[in-house]
C-alpha cells in the first residue's frame, strides 16, 4: 500500500510530464492532458487526424518521456498478425522451436495508421489491448505490466485502409483530434524546426514509477453523485433520437477511470464534476453510431449537445 509521502512524490512528478511533452507539441496542452490520462488511467488512445499535425509526435514524446521500452509498428496491408504478436522459429541448433517475441512485447507500443492493417492484422491488438496477453500457437503468454497502445490514423483518405470495427474501437479508453495550429503557434514551430533537436524530450518518470501512479490514480475518490451522473450520460446516448447504438456499461467504467487520472493529473485526490463532462466526448465519442452515419457531426459533437440538456451535480 502506498504511503501519503508516495503518493504526493508521484502526483509532484505529474506537471513536469505534461511540461516535459508540452515543450514539443505546441498548442496542444489538451491532446497532451487527454493522452496521458488514458496512460494513467490503464487505457489506450487513438489519434484520428489528417498527416502532419503531430500524431506520431505526441506518441513518441509520451515514450521518451518514460523510461521504457518503446516499439513502433508500421501498418500495411500486408502486415501480418506473427509481425504483431511474435512467431515460434525452428532452431536447428537445440532441435526446438523458440519463441521470438513481436514489437507488442514492449511496454509503449505506437501502431501507426492502424486503419491500413487488414482485419486479421487488427484482431491481434484486441487480445492485447484488453487482457495484456497474446496467443500464439495455443499457448498464451503475459505482456509487461506496463502497457500501453497509441494508435493513429488517418480519417480522411480511405484509399487502402480497413475501418475498425466496433469491437477494436471500443479497446480504446480515448479517442482525439489534433487539429490544426494557430498562426502564431505555427510560426512558434517553425522557429524551433530550425533547432538542433527541439523536438526531442528528457525522460523524466521510470516505469516504477508510472505504475506507482496507476496505483494512486485508482484510489482518486469517486462521489456516488459523480457515478449517478456519469450513468446518466451513458443512459442518454442509449434514449438519443439520433443515436442508433449507445454507449455499453464498459464506456461507463472507462469514464470514470479516466475521470479519476484526470483528477490526479490535476493534482486532486477527488473527481469533480468537470471531470467527466470534460472527458465523456473523448471516451463516448466512438463508442456510438448515430443513425445518420454520413453526416459531417463529429461524434464527439453529439456526444457534447447531449451533456448540454444534462444537469451537472454540484
Known sequence: MQTLESKNEISAKMPLLLANMNKVLVGQQKAVFLANTAFLAGGHVLLEDVPGVGKTLLAKSLARSVSADFKRIQCTP????????????????NGAFVFEPGPLFSNIVLA?????????????????????????????????????????QNPVEYHGTFPLPEAQLDRFMISLQLGYPSADEELL???????EKAFE????????????????VRAVHVDASIKKYIIQIAAATRNDSEISLGVSPRGSQLLMRASQAAAFLSGR??????????????VFGHRIIPKQRGNKVSHAAVISRILEALPVPV
Open 78 to 93: 500486408d502486415l501480418l498478425p506473427s509481425d504483431v504478436s511474435g512467431i515460434n522459429v525452428f532452431d536447428q541448433r
Open 112 to 152: 501507426d495508421e492502424i486503419n491500413r492493417a487488414t482485419p486479421r492484422t487488427q484482431s491481434s491488438f484486441l487480445e492485447a489491448m484488453e487482457e495484456g496477453q497474446v496467443t500464439v500457437d495455443g499457448e498464451t503468454r503475459n505482456l509487461p505490466e506496463l502497457f500501453f497502445v497509441i494508435s493513429t
Open 189 to 195: 514551430i517553425l522557429d524551433m524546426t530550425l533547432k
Open 201 to 216: 524530450v528528457d525522460s523524466v518518470l521510470s516505469i516504477e514509477e508510472v505504475l506507482q501512479a496507476r496505483q494512486a
Open 269 to 282: 485526490d477527488f473527481v469533480k464534476p468537470e471531470d467527466p463532462k470534460l472527458l465523456a466526448p473523448f
